[in-house]
């Protein structure tokens, strides 16, 4: 404990001037407004937080700058829109992606089946690469025949816009069903899976020197088994899970649209890794670049799919609540009228922005925190973040929880976002600017620091709160009687200040310990 | 089988640089092997190339039967083979007992061995729920040998054991490696030539990549002449 203080003897002392700080600036404020302020700032340290713990894990443990973060923050919060807005949209969506997920799964059992064929090297790729162009033709075919109903940008009325408002007004617009005309439903759900399956056995023959001692086991066809039978459910009963969750209450279509956002993160999460991320291992310049592109590419999609335009996610039930004693001044009233504001210390908080999402932050940390300290896997995590060579040499397949840590790291970047969304509004540039934040809470907690991502994105939540605040109430300077309004482009910029005080004295962060 | 491992003529690189240029040697079942050399001669690369963590391109390294090379390490690792690194390794924010119960490859693995092991090293029980780094320099060579005991392992390749150690730690590192080389075969680098040959019962010398003798370490001891040569005054 006594070596413990002397090493963190600096940060003790930083983290008490920054409280000092904090403190000095809320005395030119009503305890009321120290109240809000201090609520917001938790309230975006925990979204901030989301971003920077995945990104933080990711780093630390894969040496990845995974600049993709704030992209697919930005990606989650549409997902889970979609989800939650048009559940029509993501049932037909689910179909289709589920099958190709379990064509592509079988790619372990075809290892064993290509590294069996005997082929001069050269036939082996022209014949892989025919394989894997056919199956995408056939995949592209018949995805462009398979009904989908999804909004049309071009009109109004139809827009994301329109939907989003409708439903925030309580009024949800049931769209028209889209069905199978072009393509017969038994015809597109073989192709799908023929079609990626056939894909997967080529990428499978190309690189089958890779597959070599995987023993094949029953456990190896049950992933592919269960989407396959997810995915022909969701395509059979289509119009009924439609109808089921257009009727279901929002508080629990929010719940999956935030479950669905975390899975899609995680989903998008592997197949970056084992794709994309993995043959360029000890090559960091282009890692950068591929996860800059990557983060500008979905930019660019989530524009052509959802529109340029901002839109909002409406609150669940559970948060709008206006009638009987709203706003609550107790418990029993906000949970009896489920009141979207709250009375505290006199002021008015907003239950969702306020309270909901800083309480949903601490979970996570909580959750992940015992992940790492008391799981196998976490064990594995911390021990790899030091020394990888070591951690194989002990006969663990590092490379495997590369994948899961990389899954885990997005997947709370997209529940980030699906969190976030409801409170501040969807756009396609959103990641980027809590993308920059979240790169400061780091380097102000440590880079590698799991504690360190949680207090530097606490640090910035409140530092960005207290000048916005200050932004509308003004700092009355001393000797003179002129009052300062800090700009809104003074948020970020005070945010980089403290972290170049905290840099030029501790270059490791507050609790790095990794340079 | 009488030799656990064969190393067959490897040539292996650490990133661009081609360190071992025809290595090879045999270690015998149930004996300790001493890699002798002067700094920088390959042995810790030799040790590596055999866990598949320096990159082998040519040769062979055969465990018990089994061509291992171009297996990635964790697989080889995981046939039976135990590793203290040189600088030891502790992983810093596990505690003593995550970092033995971190080398478990089946589920209790630790617990079988803990007598085993607390017998060997009595001190690390008291430091269970330390962190890995709030040991000294002896407690932590204890507890990396420790770590590479959880598992079962038919080989251990220890690296430096006696680096940095005051004299008395090192008589009882040398009574413990003895200790343990009763269950497992053990390769051995080591720069202090008298706690090489009071362990070892074979040796191999390794100069600029190459391994240039072989043989027994008691007629080693008895040639002056070439413990000079190879590995300066000692």
Redesign the interface.
């Known amino acids: 404990m006594k070596?413990n203080l002397r090493k963190n003897s600096k940060a003790i002392i930083i983290l008490v001037i920054i409280a000092a700080f904090l403190f000095v600036a809320a005395r030119g404020m009503s305890g009321r407004d120290v109240l809000i302020t201090v609520l917001r700032g938790f309230s975006t340290g925990s979204v901030t937080f989301l971003v920077a713990a995945g990104f933080s894990l990711i780093f630390g443990l894969l040496d990845v700058l995974n600049l993709a973060q704030g992209t697919l923050y930005m990606i989650g919060a549409y997902v889970g829109w979609t989800v939650y807005v048009r559940p029509d949209t993501f049932i037909d969506v689910l179909t289709p992606v589920l099958l190709i997920l379990a064509g592509f799964s079988l790619s372990a059992l075809w290892g064993r089946l290509a590294s069996r064929i005997q082929l001069a090297p050269k036939a082996r790729k022209i014949i892989s690469w025919l394989l894997i162009l056919a199956g995408f033709g056939l995949l592209a075919l018949v995805l462009t025949s398979y009904p989908i109903a999804i909004w049309n940008l071009n009109n109004y009325s139809e827009s994301p816009i329109t939907y989003s408002y409708m439903a925030d007004q309580g009024l949800r617009i049931i769209p028209a069903e889209v069905t199978f005309e072009k393509i017969s439903p038994f015809l597109a759900i073989l192709g799908l899976l023929v079609s990626s399956a056939i894909s997967a056995f080529g990428i499978a023959l190309l690189n089958r020197d890779e597959s070599k001692?995987q023993a094949i086991n029953w456990r190896r066809y049950l992933a592919p088994a269960i989407l396959l039978l997810i995915g022909v459910l969701a395509a059979v009963f289509n119009a009924q899970i439609t109808g089921w969750m257009f009727a279901m209450s929002t508080n629990w279509l929010f719940v999956i649209a935030i479950l669905i956002a975390i899975l899609s993160g995680v989903g998008l999460g592997s197949l970056m890794e084992t794709t994309l991320i993995r043959p360029l291992y000890n090559r960091p310049i282009y890692q950068l670049m591929l996860t800059l592109g990557l983060g500008t590419i979905g930019v660019q999609i989530v524009q052509a799919v959802w529109g340029r335009p901002e839109f909002v996610w409406p609150k669940p039930e559970f948060f709008t609540g206006t009638g009987g004693a709203c706003p609550a001044t107790n418990l029993a009233d906000l949970l009896e009228y489920n009141c979207s504001t709250v009375f505290l210390l006199g002021g008015r908080v907003r239950v969702y922005d306020e309270i909901f999402i800083p309480i949903v932050g601490i979970i996570v940390l909580i959750v992940v925190w015992i992940l790492l300290k008391r799981s196998?896997i976490g064990?594995?995590i911390?021990?790899g973040?030091?020394?990888r060579?070591?951690?194989?040499?002990?006969?663990?397949?590092?490379?495997r929880v590369f994948t899961l840590v990389f899954a885990l790291g997005v997947g709370l970047a997209t529940f980030g976002g699906a969190l976030a969304a409801p409170s501040t509004g969807l756009t396609p540039v959103m990641g980027e600017r809590l993308l920059l934040s979240a790169l400061i809470a780091l380097a102000i907690g440590g880079l590698t620091s799991f504690p360190g991502a949680a207090l530097g994105s606490l640090l910035v939540g409140l530092i960005q709160q207290f000048m916005i605040k200050y932004g509308q109430i003004g700092i009355p300077l001393p000797f003179t009687d002129a009052v300062f309004k800090p700009s809104p482009p003074l948020v970020p910029a005070s945010t980089v200040l403290l972290m170049v005080i905290v840099l030029l004295i501790l270059p490791g962060g507050l609790l790095g310990?990794k340079e | 089988m009488s030799n656990i491992l064969e190393v067959k003529n490897i040539h292996s690189f650490i990133n661009q640089f081609h360190i071992l240029q025809d290595v090879d040697f045999v270690v015998p079942k149930g004996s300790i092997t001493a890699l002798l050399g002067r700094n920088g001669a390959g042995k810790t690369t030799t040790l590596k190339s055999i866990l598949g963590l320096a990159s082998v391109r040519e040769g062979k390294v055969i465990f018990e039967g089994r061509e291992v090379q171009g297996m990635p390490p964790f697989e080889i690792a995981a046939l039976g083979i135990g590793f203290v690194p040189e600088h030891r390794a502790i992983f810093r924010d596990l505690s003593v007992e995550e970092n033995l119960k971190i080398a478990e490859r089946n589920k209790g693995d630790l617990d079988r061995k803990r007598t085993f092991i607390f017998d060997l090293f009595p001190d690390l029980k008291k430091f269970l729920n330390l962190r890995g780094t709030e040991l000294s320099g002896g407690q932590q060579q204890m507890l990396a040998i420790a770590r590479a005991l959880v598992a079962d392992n038919s080989l251990l390749l220890i690296d430096e054991p006696s680096e940095g150690l005051a004299p008395v730690i090192i008589e009882h590192m040398i009574d413990a490696i003895r200790q343990l080389s009763e269950q497992s075969t053990v390769v051995l680098v080591e720069q202090n030539f008298l706690v090489a040959s009071k362990l070892a019962k074979y040796f191999v010398i390794i100069e600029e990549g190459k391994s240039v003798a072989s043989g027994l370490m008691k007629d080693l001891e008895a040639d002056k002449a070439m413990i000079h040569r190879y590995l300066g005054a000692a």
């Open positions: 070596t001692s196998r064990m594995i911390r021990a973040v030091q020394d060579q070591m951690v194989e040499a002990l006969g663990i397949n590092v490379r310990s």
